[in-house]
């Protein structure tokens, strides 16, 4: 598959950076494929910017940051201005439609995840809007097996946190499952 | 015990940061102590040590600033435990002071400096290589470190346990000289078995009385006891004989003592040196790198030779002391030696020097917003100066 650069970006305390860890640690550990995961943020704790990059490789990775990213999930309008053009041609955008316009660009693959909103509706809390939409971004690539994010959500999170986080990454599977049919397998047979 | 002994080598397979990479190493190599104080985008290594040296019988402090941590480790060390702080530009100014302390006393411990962008408070979150220099001159005075550069996570835990080690050896201080972008960096980190990892400790005095600041020649590291050894210790930051005594006026005393703490790093230099090459024998240009900014150029070897451009690479594990014979090596080899650097010129000045006629040695400049200079960028540098 050679290397597949992808970009978390939002605001502080939106959770991209943890986002970013939990994707790039599964496929690091499970996935036998070497990764980086590097991020960005400003001096304040919330607010301010926040980035985070995973690449992923069947190669060693020795430059670790993004050049050009396959994959961008988005949740705020900063983050989109800032990136929206940088993402290769036929690249996959998730943005959070919930909270920003449908972005204007042609030859690429947008999908819209109102992640923040489905959180709240659901769980009633906005904080896990991040694996929301890490779940959808699972669904719609097939970049990794979703029980294995939960193993790693069990991992790295405290106990308390476990079930909410597993019915967020499983209700943002659900809703992409409207783009890709109701399995990976079949996002599979669709590339 | 045993219980407590498996969690001093987590051995096996991690997703971890670097400066996680870094408190685990540590560890592994014996660590018991740590003092800092939190500073971005070090205070990872301090959250860890804080958990992690209570489950191996360690002691976490966090104290009042950067001053206080170091003299703490250096009090630590004399106590008898391998000693760490850790720290980013701000602390590691304040620090510079018992860093000199430590060189005159002959303390081994072990400071880390995750880089961010200075002078000053800077840009606080993001990277940076530009304490290279103060990393070797900070403190005053005639001296010498080790200062050694990882390039991953991996290399957190490699070089931290090998910091230690040369700490030991040589009763030094030795400077981790990281930066943001590989201390803030998530990678596989296998950590090796116990047996696998070579740890050295401090030589101790065969009996009271022994001369514990000299006696040695002039270039051996004299033996250390510990307070409570049973020695009457003289521990001074002004000069000292041979068994601690203050010799504030005594020209003969002062040139023994400096000149074998400095020629104890010096004339071991190759000993202490660990650089990476690639196809120095045979190159079109020379390009010398440290740290972060390694890994573009690691990259851009790779591009270069798809344009059949042969690229002689030293990447410096140890920055200080200065890898001068291999630098000179290839620089008898090649017309052009270029150095990156996220800084606005220091190790290019060190090339230079060591260089002299030998090849024109260009910097190559980035800062600001931590970005790193890209394969791309110094690929493009190697084509304007062969003028391809």
New interface residues.
């Given amino acids: 598959m050679g290397r597949i650069e992808i970009i978390f970006a939002g605001l502080g305390g939106q959770g991209m950076i943890t986002a970013g860890?939990i994707l790039?640690?599964t496929i690091?550990?499970y996935g036998k494929k070497?990764?980086?995961?590097?991020?960005?943020?400003?001096?304040e704790a919330r607010g301010g910017s926040a980035r985070s990059e995973v690449i992923v490789s069947d190669e060693e990775?020795?430059?670790?940051?993004v050049?050009n990213p396959d994959i961008l999930v988005i949740m705020s309008k900063e983050a989109m201005e800032k990136y929206l053009n940088k993402l290769k041609p036929n690249g996959i955008l998730l943005y959070d439609s919930s909270i920003l316009e449908k972005p204007k660009r042609k030859n690429i693959n947008i999908y819209a995840i109102p992640a923040t909103k489905i959180a709240f509706e659901n769980l009633n809390t906005k904080a896990v809007a991040n694996i929301v939409m890490l779940g959808a971004l699972i669904q719609i690539t097939n970049i990794v097996n979703k029980e294995l994010v939960e193993k790693t959500i069990k991992e790295v999170f405290p106990e308390k946190f476990w079930e909410v986080d597993i019915k967020a990454l499983n209700i943002g599977v659900e809703f992409a499952k409207k783009f890709t049919g109701s399995s990976q397998e079949v996002s599979q047979q669709q590339k | 015990m045993s219980e407590r002994k498996n969690k001093e080598v987590l051995s096996g397979v991690h997703f971890w940061q670097g400066d996680t990479a870094c408190a685990e190493g540590a560890i592994a190599a014996g660590c018991r102590f740590f003092a800092g104080y939190p500073i971005t985008p070090a205070s990872e290594i301090a959250e860890h040590m804080a958990k992690r040296l209570p489950e191996v019988g360690g002691i976490y402090v966090q104290m009042e600033d950067e001053i206080a941590s170091i003299s703490a480790v250096i009090g630590a060390s004399w106590g008898g435990l391998k000693s760490m702080t850790a720290t980013s530009g701000p602390g590691f100014s304040l620090m510079q002071e018992n860093i000199g302390y430590a060189c005159m006393t002959e303390t081994p411990c072990v400071i880390v400096d995750v880089q961010r962008a200075g002078p000053s408070t800077g840009q606080a979150t993001k990277a940076a290589q530009g304490d290279i220099m103060q990393a070797r001159w900070g403190t005053h005075g005639d001296h010498e470190v080790i200062v050694l550069s990882p390039n991953s996570p991996q290399e957190m835990f490699d070089l931290t346990v090998k910091a230690f080690n040369l700490s030991e050896i040589y009763r030094v201080p030795v400077i981790i000289l990281s930066d943001e972008i590989v201390g803030h960096m998530w990678e596989k980190v296998r950590v090796p078995s116990p047996e696998e990892i070579e740890v050295y400790n401090r030589r101790k005095p065969s009996h009271i009385g022994e001369p514990i600041f000299g006696g040695v020649g002039e270039v051996g590291v004299p033996p250390m006891p510990r307070i409570g050894d049973g020695f009457n210790l003289l521990i001074t930051g002004s000069t000292h004989n041979e068994y601690g005594y203050r010799k504030t006026v005594d020209p003969e005393v002062h040139r023994r003592l400096v000149t074998r703490i400095v020629n104890k790093i010096r004339e071991n230099a190759d000993k202490i040196i660990d650089v990476e090459t690639q196809n120095i024998e045979d190159a079109d240009i020379g390009v010398i790198s440290y740290g972060c900014t390694s890994r573009s150029v690691y990259d851009a070897v790779i591009l270069a030779e798809k344009e059949g451009i042969t690229v002689g690479h030293v990447r410096l594990r140890t920055i200080w002391p200065f890898p001068e014979k291999v630098v000179k090596e290839v620089a008898e080899r090649v017309d052009f030696i270029l150095v990156p650097e996220m800084n606005l010129g220091q190790l290019v000045y060190e090339v230079e020097r060591v260089v002299g006629c030998e090849a024109r040695v260009k910097a190559i400049s980035k800062i600001g917003g931590g970005e790193m200079i890209t394969p791309e960028e110094i690929l493009s540098e190697m084509r304007k100066l062969l003028g391809r």
């Fill in positions: 860890i790039a640690r690091a550990i070497f990764v980086a995961q590097s991020q960005s943020y400003g001096p990775i020795i430059y670790p940051h050049i």
